[in-house]
Nanobody, 119 residues
Framework: QVQLVESGGGLVHPGESLRLSCAAS????????MGWYRQAPGKRRELVAA???????NYADSVKGRFTISRDNAKNTAYLQMNSLKPEDTAVYYC?????????????WGQGTQVTVSS
């Protein structure tokens, strides 16, 4: 059974940092694009950052220069380091894995973790 287990959310003040983790089942990690979406109340879910197994990364314009995505293939874990957090970063963050196998793509999702940035 495929699982994505997230951790690391919480309540911080503006300007502070958080690191999200997403641990994936070993049988999908190496063949997956890993990333995070977020959804704020009343807003659509948006892509925050993603990284391929080869290390290519992309970011939403709103987080470039502040957030860094990485992956540790030995631990089957992806990370999202979030620095200089702003109130507008407040949202539920969802880890996802875009798993490709023999041309078939399957998406898996974590349970979501709340990030709240407030003074």
């Amino acid at each position: 059974q495929v699982q994505l287990v997230e951790s690391g959310g919480g309540l911080v003040h503006p300007g502070e940092s958080l690191r999200l983790s997403c641990a994936a089942s070993a049988n999908i990690f190496n063949n997956s694009v890993m990333g995070w979406y977020r959804q704020a109340p009343g807003k659509r879910r948006e892509l925050v950052a993603a990284t391929t197994s080869g290390g290519t990364k992309n970011y939403a314009d709103s987080v470039k220069g502040r957030f860094t995505i990485s992956r540790d293939n030995a631990k089957n874990t992806a990370y999202l380091q979030m620095n200089s957090l702003k109130p507008e970063d407040t949202a539920v963050y969802y880890c996802y894995a875009d798993y490709a196998d023999y041309g078939i793509t399957t998406d898996y999702w974590g349970q979501g973790t709340q990030v709240t940035v407030s003074s």
